[in-house]
């Protein structure tokens, strides 16, 4: 078989076709054989021709050497030139093939392939593993043979193709191999009995491994094939088994437990250990799953990279090679191609205009789709290739590999895209490639920006998660060579950064690209799209109002455009930032006009989302029964439009309207509900903060055990934050959102249990946690309890002198019993 698997047995008489058999097997033409033994050529030749029958003993023993024989082999070899037999071979007896080796990783393709070959004969006869080389084809395939062998009594043999094989090369090899003299004799050999027969490499002949087989189908029809190659033969009787590299470990994976798990690490960590004593140490656990993912999963990197553990860590391993593994190779000596040689085979299979949009598709950084891969080839750049047909070709050359059934499941290894970015450079395509890319790439943000909102938030934010690699590889580009498109990407971004916390990562972008004088002439639309991500992705104004002066002018532009989606989310923003800096009649201002334009339009979440807002200008005048009203409004909305996470918040603030109402058991019932809602939505910060407002209620209502219960579940949280619809659900957590609810509940457990002195210390670290806070409320809220509680009168009159300063700015209004308690 393959010179990394050691050589087939070949048994049977007919000295001329076993000489000729070990010769291919050697992948040595007769010239080359006959240098390495030092006999003439035309002795090869005619002793492979059968002309000489008898060769001397000095002539047989010189080839036996050049060829390696060795053992059973040579004995076998030596005996057939005297025209003896070793062991003349009964119709049941197997024919040996080379040990197989331990596979990692391949157990189900193995077990699946078995069954193929010992199945009903209606199954394919032909199984041809096709990938790209290194992908561990032969291995897998000497594996299946082994498996089966007890299956076919006819026996189990294999052959390895060489350049330059003919049909009547083959066909000789074949019989020879299970112990015939001719091709013809193999209908009787097996008669009443079944095979299986391995033909390795079949590119190297393609030609003649599919005329051989036709023949072999029709004369044995109880002989099965596994051939291996990195394309398909062709066959109407074929079936193409595609194999992928092994599966490696996703970012997620920490530990050496974890990662282990996986066959790609686990190969690695198998060849390792044949170089180096020394176990895979804590540290390099992270630097072992990135190499295993950048090497692709791929066995012949895998072994290349792990062999270089004799020297260097894994670590080392990763710096050294992780950015160029199409230089790994094998020792100087050794036989074995680089990955570059490997790739380069595969690549060379394509037509042109196939090649091409390899070069294309090599600029996509990770996952990509069928209509991106459109997009990104462009109509006509490549000839008549239908992107359908392209996929199946890449795929069926082990080029591709698709995991799962999502819409971006097509990726191309990572050494397959290092030697297309090559072949594009060498073609001076890489400028115009990666200005295609940032196009399509925007076009494709542009149409999921409008899906950032809603109840399809997080499956939208999920779609730009899978091509985040894309996107700033598209801005990095874009932002030096194309600005307008970088803008035009990025001011479709701000509600995805802010829902996975890259607020500042993105107001980067913005500034830098609204500042760039060559986006002033970029579309006044897009423009003020980015002013408004500027805004939303601000945790709190610049003490200068630059995001109040970006929204402003944002508003004032869609305003003249008629953009009315725009209008709105200026007018909501713009209430957002007022509410930030104490301007709350301006918030007002802003909320009301927001859902007088949602109200003229039509449109029902904006008008949900508006009366959600406009809540928390009711319970700052006091007025809690218009709180309610709005609450019940936003229920009614949300459920119409479907956003039940709007519903769920509603649900939390009108929770909160109770409590403020004293009306506790309501508000534990309405809380209990948001808190199992958002839950189910995935929003764990607003789902602790609706869990310290039970905690609160049940603690103002007596029910200590209960509260304290609740108080549990507030220790400190390393969630990231949520999205914003507004300062009811403020974006931004900072120390108020996480520290100022579990101080508030201990104050009022404190204060049900009759520890005064307690119940003022944590008034003080509630007030002190909420200072940073947008809701201004909640902050008045800790300062009532402080003052009625601290017995230290220079305390109590720092606290009242701030709460009069907060509800002067604020217009806020003292609730009756807040009132009551400072009397």
Sequence with gaps: ??????????????????????????????????????????????LERGRASRPQRTTVELLANALALTGADRHAFLLAARGQSADPIPAQRYVRLPPSAELIGRDADAAELADLLTGPVRHPRVVTLVGLAGVGKTALALSVCHRVVDAHTGGVAGLVVTDGFA??????????????????????????????????????????????????LERVPTLRFITTGRHPIGLPAERVWSLAPLVAPPESARTLAEVSDFPAVALFLDRLARVRREPVTPDEVEPLA???????????????????????????????YGDRLLDLTGRPGDDAVSLRDAVAASYHLLATEEQYALRRLGLFRHRWSVSLAEQMIEPGRAGDTDVVHLLDRLLELGLLSVRGSGVFRFRLLDVVRDYAAEQAAAEGELPGGRQRHAEVIADLAEGIAPQLVGPHLAEAANRLDDVAGDVGAALAFAASEDPRTALRLAAALPRWWRFRGRNVTGRQWLRRLLDDPRTASADPVVRAWAKIGLAQLAARPSPDGDEIVSAAEALADFERLGVIEGQLAAHTQLAALWMAKDGFDQARRHGVAALELARETGRVRDMAVAENNLTWHEIRIGDLAAARERLAAVDRLAARCGEHRLQALARANLAEVARLDR?????????????????????????????????????????????????????????????????????????????????????????????????????????????????????VEALVGLAATTPDPDQREAALSRLDEICTAGGIVLLPHERARLA
């Design 290 to 320: 990135t190499l295993v993912r950048r090497l692709g999963g791929l066995p012949m990197a895998i072994e290349l990279a792990a062999a270089h553990g004799r020297v260097l860590t894994v670590a080392e391993i990763l710096h050294r």
């Design 167 to 216: 049909t009547g090369d083959i066909l000789s090899t074949v019989a020879a191999v299970f112990g015939v003299g001719r091709f013809e004799d193999l209908s009787a050999r097996f008669a009443g009995t079944s095979g299986v027969l391995l033909i390795d490499a079949v590119e190297r002949s393609p030609e003649a491994v599919a005329e051989a087989l036709s023949k072999l």
């Design 1 to 46: 078989m393959a010179s990394d698997h050691g050589a087939d047995r070949v048994d049977g008489p007919g000295f001329g076709a076993m000489l000729g058999g070990h010769r291919r097997q050697a992948r040595l033409t007769q010239d080359e054989l006959a240098q390495r033994a030092g006999v003439g050529v035309r002795t090869v030749r005619d």
């Design 663 to 779: 009306e506790f058991g309501e508000a534990e019932m309405l809380g209990r509900q948001a808190v199992a809602e958002l839950e189910v939505l995935g929003d764990p910060m607003h789902r602790r903060r609706v869990i310290g407002r039970i905690g609160l209620a049940l603690a103002e209502w007596g029910r200590v055990d209960e509260a304290e219960a609740m108080l549990a579940e507030l220790s400190p949280a390393s969630d990231g934050p949520s999205p914003s619809d507004g300062p009811l659900s403020s974006d931004g957590p900072g120390g108020g959102f996480l520290d100022g609810p579990a101080a508030m509940v201990e104050a009022a457990i404190a204060m049900a249990t009759g520890d005064q002195k307690r119940a003022a210390e944590c008034y003080a670290r509630a007030a002190d946690a909420y200072a940073g806070d947008v809701d201004p409320r909640d902050v």
